[in-house]
């Protein structure tokens, strides 16, 4: 007969047991979840505002913030926020992610007039030389895709930047790099992307798809550029199965249903990454508008 220790302390290994076993679905959420450093653009430390007292992050910290504060181990960056693009910074950056058991998602590209869709045949040329260029660093970070600015995508450039948008794609694939493109515009968090970036009237998500398709690249769906619910729905089921494991994701209530837009993902059979885009509009606290966004997800998830 099991004495009455015997019984309290199997019933305690239990017990603990189950608490471990109910936090793994957490556990399995998280590890679909990362975070932009676009989100902390306001605190991050640069060489443009040294003396600006806001400005307390550190870029080569983020891995270890993210992973110690919010559980998340995915990094997405804008490539503006590097320091450096010397090799032995890179690896620093590298060797910083692995400290923290972490890797990267994406670097976001955003040159500003170097895009795909520019008029001049000579910065097009520039932009594939800094794509490439770009694609080289994430090559040494470990991180699997970039992201392009396209630019306007105007009919009447249109054909050059999916011809542009191919020598890319043909770098990249060298280098087992996925390029990707998001739908901009229509209401959502990322206008000026990088703040250096001047607004610019951006391609409907219709457009975006007909480039990625033509393009033979990949499509990172953002649930909230869309004008209205209608588009958002049948953009979503059109770009998650092109997608090669990167989502952006923002919280904007008012605007429309993240748990919609997770449900669309999931109906799509999407299995990549959420990664979290929290803008000024989400409040003055970068670090609390990422954890609003954060509990979102994993309650939609």
Not at 258 to 270: D, F, L, M, Q, V
Request: hydrophobic content about 40%; charged content about 25%; proline content about 7%.
């Amino acid at each position: 007969m099991m004495k009455r220790r015997e019984f309290l302390i199997g019933s305690g290994i239990a017990a603990g047991a189950s608490r471990v076993w109910g936090q793994l679905p957490n556990h399995a959420k998280l590890d679909r979840i990362a975070i932009m450093s676009l989100c902390f653009n306001p605190v991050i430390k640069n060489d443009a505002n040294p003396g600006d007292p806001k400005r307390t992050l550190e870029i080569l910290d983020l891995p270890d913030m993210l992973a110690e504060r919010y559980g998340v181990h995915h990094v997405e960056m804008q490539h503006s926020h590097f320091r450096s693009t010397e090799p032995a910074y890179l690896e620093e950056f590298r060797g910083r992610l692995k400290k923290a058991k972490s890797q990267m998602n994406q670097i976001n590209l955003e040159f500003g007039p170097l895009n795909i869709s520019s008029p001049d045949p000579v910065l097009r040329l520039e932009t594939i030389d800094l794509n490439k260029r770009w694609i080289d660093h994430a090559v040494m970070l470990g991180c699997p895709r970039v992201m392009v600015n396209q630019g306007t995508l105007a009919p009447e450039v249109r054909q050059t930047a999916i011809e542009t948008l191919k020598t890319i794609n043909a770098y990249a694939k060298t280098k087992k790099v996925f390029v990707t493109m998001e739908n901009r515009g229509g209401g959502g968090g990322r206008a000026g992307a990088a703040a250096a970036v001047p607004p610019r009237p951006s391609p409907s998500w219709e457009v975006v798809v007909e480039v990625i398709k033509a393009a033979g690249i990949w499509a990172n769906p953002d649930v909230g550029n869309f004008p209205d619910e209608e588009a958002r729905a049948a953009g979503l089921r059109a770009m998650y199965p092109m997608s090669s494991g990167s989502s952006h994701c923002h919280y904007d209530p008012e605007r429309y249903n993240e748990a919609n837009a997770i449900r669309i993902s999931k109906e799509a059979g999407y299995k990549g990454l959420y990664s979290i885009e929290a803008v000024a509009a989400n409040g003055p606290d970068p670090y609390a508008a990422v954890q609003t966004i954060l509990d979102e997800l994993l309650r939609d998830m």
